[in-house]
């Protein structure tokens, strides 16, 4: 007999939201396994980011539910969430441009108390971004939008979590940084964590993703393996400028 499918990492279940009278998700269901990396792409004002603040608890849910390994978190707390292993890296970065690159990154790690275990992991992100290693006592202002971008993912990891929100990663960056995000969101799953990523560029998601999913005016309207969209004509045509 075949065992039953694990249980996705992240369940979303038909869910809604709206500010006032916008109702800017539809019943919206998607599923992030355990490991992949999934990509949720569309245009502006598709919903994207009223998602991510949904799944991170920020945003207040009209319907439908979250479910996290099983459990359903619709009305956990924020706080709750990222203590059960969701961190968010926001779109626009907002790292912390007064303090040190290694204060933004020790900040990430606020809820741990294994303090050898932050110095390794601090450790473990100069390694990964060998840019911030060099700047880990600039300001984080001082850095560049490539280099904030490094950094608030960075941050982001330095809670040890299972599932990491990306929120518009590639945003404002040259290509050649583009690149570097892409490869670095690679190694991200490589080692083990889970990457739900929100994009407006959707070559540069799906060309990394398992899975995507096309959000337009809060609702999904397709979805497939990352090469199953890059080839799918309607996803050309409206997002790919193919
Ligand atoms: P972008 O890539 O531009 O950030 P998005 O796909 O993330 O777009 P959202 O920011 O989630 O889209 O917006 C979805 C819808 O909700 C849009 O119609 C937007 O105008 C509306 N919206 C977003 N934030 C607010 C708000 N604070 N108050 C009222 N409406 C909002």
């Known amino acids: ?20 009278r916008i109702q800017a998700l539809r019943e919206v269901s998607l599923e992030v396994g ?25 945003q207040p849910v009209s319907g439908g539910a979250i479910l996290f390994k099983g459990a359903d978190i619709t009305r956990a707390r924020p706080h709750a969430r990222v203590a059960a292993g969701i961190a968010q890296s926001p779109e626009g970065r907002q790292i912390f441009g007064e303090l040190s690159v290694a204060d933004n990154l020790r900040l990430g790690a ?3 108390r294994d303090y050898a275990g932050i110095a ?30 490094m950094l608030a993912i960075a941050r982001a990891l330095m809670g040890r979590p299972v599932l990491l929100l990306l929120d518009e990663p590639s945003m404002g960056l040259a290509p050649v940084l583009v690149d570097q995000i892409l490869a670095a969101i690679a ?13 407006q560029n959707a070559f540069a998601a799906l060309s990394i ?9 809060g609702s999904v309207v397709v979805q497939g393996s990352g090469r199953e969209l890059l080839t799918n004509p309607d996803v050309q045509s409206a997002y790919l400028g193919v």
Do not use: C, H, W
């Open 1 to 20: 007999m075949i065992p039953p499918a694990p249980a996705p990492m992240l369940r979303i279940d038909r869910l809604s939201s709206r500010y006032g």
């Open 110 to 112: 606020y809820l741990r």
């Open 120 to 149: 390794e992991d601090t450790e473990r992100m100069f390694t990964m971004f060998p840019a911030l290693k060099e700047l880990r006592e600039r300001p984080g202002g001082a850095l560049s939008g490539g280099q904030q971008q």
């Open 209 to 217: 993703a398992d899975r995507g999913y096309v959000l337009e005016t």
């Open 187 to 199: 190694a991200l799953k490589a080692a083990g964590t889970t990457v739900f990523l929100v994009e």
């Open 34 to 58: 355990e490991g992949e990396i999934v990509a949720l792409v569309g245009g502006n004002g598709a919903g994207k980011t009223t998602l991510l603040r949904a799944i991170s608890g920020v």
